[in-house]
Protein backbone atom coordinates (compact mmCIF):
# COMPACT_ATOMS: atom_id res chain seq x y z
CA UNK A 1 0.00 0.00 0.00
CA UNK A 2 1.05 3.41 -0.64
CA UNK A 3 0.84 4.13 3.12
CA UNK A 4 3.38 1.68 3.72
CA UNK A 5 6.02 3.48 1.55
CA UNK A 6 5.17 6.54 3.46
CA UNK A 7 5.88 5.21 6.52
CA UNK A 8 9.24 3.71 5.70
CA UNK A 9 9.94 6.77 4.05
CA UNK A 10 9.38 8.81 7.45
CA UNK A 11 10.81 6.08 10.14
CA UNK A 12 14.05 5.97 7.70
CA UNK A 13 14.72 9.64 8.44
CA UNK A 14 13.64 10.42 11.44
CA UNK A 15 13.35 7.18 14.19
CA UNK A 16 13.08 7.86 17.18
CA UNK A 17 11.89 4.98 19.87
CA UNK A 18 9.48 6.00 21.31
CA UNK A 19 8.61 2.98 22.79
CA UNK A 20 6.30 -0.06 21.34
CA UNK A 21 3.08 1.50 21.85
CA UNK A 22 3.78 4.60 21.17
CA UNK A 23 5.14 3.37 17.73
CA UNK A 24 1.53 1.01 17.02
CA UNK A 25 0.07 4.10 17.88
CA UNK A 26 1.50 5.85 15.24
CA UNK A 27 1.06 3.32 12.50
CA UNK A 28 -2.42 2.74 13.04
CA UNK A 29 -3.14 6.42 13.42
CA UNK A 30 -1.11 7.31 10.43
CA UNK A 31 -3.12 4.59 8.11
CA UNK A 32 -5.98 5.63 9.14
CA UNK A 33 -5.62 9.79 8.67
CA UNK A 34 -3.95 8.58 5.12
CA UNK A 35 -6.56 6.05 3.58
CA UNK A 36 -9.96 7.94 5.82
CA UNK A 37 -8.74 11.72 6.62
CA UNK A 38 -7.01 12.99 3.57
CA UNK A 39 -9.73 12.34 0.93
CA UNK A 40 -11.80 14.61 2.99
CA UNK A 41 -9.34 17.31 4.02
CA UNK A 42 -9.85 19.54 0.74
CA UNK A 43 -13.25 19.75 1.00
CA UNK A 44 -13.63 20.14 4.82
CA UNK A 45 -11.07 23.27 4.27
CA UNK A 46 -13.56 24.36 1.76
CA UNK A 47 -16.69 23.91 3.49
CA UNK A 48 -15.02 24.87 6.58
CA UNK A 49 -17.47 22.06 8.13
CA UNK A 50 -15.69 19.32 9.78
CA UNK A 51 -16.73 15.88 8.41
CA UNK A 52 -19.03 14.68 11.83
CA UNK A 53 -18.70 10.88 10.57
CA UNK A 54 -15.14 10.95 11.74
CA UNK A 55 -15.86 11.77 15.23
CA UNK A 56 -17.48 8.30 15.87
CA UNK A 57 -14.58 6.56 14.18
CA UNK A 58 -12.26 8.54 16.58
CA UNK A 59 -13.70 7.52 19.54
CA UNK A 60 -14.09 3.48 18.20
CA UNK A 61 -10.64 3.62 17.54
CA UNK A 62 -9.58 5.35 21.03
CA UNK A 63 -8.46 8.53 19.97
CA UNK A 64 -10.72 11.17 21.71
CA UNK A 65 -9.83 9.70 25.37
CA UNK A 66 -6.16 9.22 24.65
CA UNK A 67 -4.84 10.47 28.12
CA UNK A 68 -8.04 9.45 30.09
CA UNK A 69 -7.92 6.07 32.19
CA UNK A 70 -9.53 2.78 30.99
CA UNK A 71 -12.42 2.91 33.49
CA UNK A 72 -14.40 5.95 31.39
CA UNK A 73 -13.59 4.30 28.39
CA UNK A 74 -10.43 5.92 27.70
CA UNK A 75 -6.80 4.44 26.61
CA UNK A 76 -5.01 5.43 29.20
CA UNK A 77 -1.81 6.78 27.48
CA UNK A 78 0.21 9.33 27.71
CA UNK A 79 0.83 12.72 26.60
CA UNK A 80 3.41 11.74 23.78
CA UNK A 81 1.03 8.74 22.21
CA UNK A 82 -1.14 12.34 22.24
CA UNK A 83 1.03 14.18 20.47
CA UNK A 84 2.18 11.61 18.15
CA UNK A 85 -1.91 11.24 17.13
CA UNK A 86 -2.09 14.68 16.62
CA UNK A 87 0.86 14.78 14.60
CA UNK A 88 -0.20 11.88 12.54
CA UNK A 89 -3.95 13.43 12.02
CA UNK A 90 -1.85 16.68 10.72
CA UNK A 91 -0.21 15.10 7.72
CA UNK A 92 -3.83 14.70 6.80
CA UNK A 93 -5.25 18.00 7.41
CA UNK A 94 -3.64 20.11 9.89
CA UNK A 95 -7.58 21.72 10.33
CA UNK A 96 -8.55 18.27 11.44
CA UNK A 97 -6.04 17.39 13.48
CA UNK A 98 -7.03 21.18 15.19
CA UNK A 99 -10.25 19.84 15.97
CA UNK A 100 -9.13 16.18 17.27
CA UNK A 101 -6.53 18.13 19.68
CA UNK A 102 -9.12 20.73 20.93
CA UNK A 103 -11.53 17.94 21.60
CA UNK A 104 -9.43 15.45 23.42
CA UNK A 105 -6.95 17.72 25.09
CA UNK A 106 -8.17 21.24 25.44
CA UNK A 107 -12.49 19.57 26.75
CA UNK A 108 -11.54 15.80 27.31
CA UNK A 109 -8.81 16.36 29.18
CA UNK A 110 -10.32 19.15 31.16
CA UNK A 111 -12.80 17.27 32.91
CA UNK A 112 -10.21 14.26 33.52
CA UNK A 113 -8.18 16.29 35.35
CA UNK A 114 -10.39 19.10 36.89
CA UNK A 115 -14.19 17.29 37.12
CA UNK A 116 -15.20 15.49 40.03
CA UNK A 117 -15.81 12.08 40.27
CA UNK A 118 -19.68 11.76 39.57
CA UNK A 119 -19.04 14.24 36.21
CA UNK A 120 -16.48 12.31 35.17
CA UNK A 121 -18.43 9.14 35.08
CA UNK A 122 -21.10 10.94 33.75
CA UNK A 123 -19.57 12.63 30.89
CA UNK A 124 -16.44 11.06 29.82
CA UNK A 125 -17.57 7.87 28.75
CA UNK A 126 -19.73 9.19 25.83
CA UNK A 127 -17.47 11.81 25.09
CA UNK A 128 -14.64 9.16 24.30
CA UNK A 129 -16.84 7.02 22.77
CA UNK A 130 -17.31 9.56 19.63
CA UNK A 131 -21.08 10.03 21.11
CA UNK A 132 -20.97 13.21 22.76
CA UNK A 133 -19.34 16.37 20.58
CA UNK A 134 -17.86 18.65 23.11
CA UNK A 135 -16.30 22.29 23.30
CA UNK A 136 -15.43 24.99 25.03
CA UNK A 137 -16.33 28.52 24.98
CA UNK A 138 -14.68 31.32 25.48
CA UNK A 139 -15.46 34.92 25.52
CA UNK A 140 -13.27 38.55 26.29
CA UNK A 141 -14.22 41.04 29.19
Not at 30 to 40: G, N, T, V
Not at 92 to 120: D, F, M, P
Amino acid sequence: MAHEKEIRMFTNSMNFDLGEDVNAVREMVHAFAQERIKPLAEQADKTNEFPNELWKEFGELGLLGVTTSEEYGGSDMSYLAHVVIVEEIARASASISLSYGAHSNLCVNQIRRNATEEQKQKYLPGIVAGKELWCQGYSEP
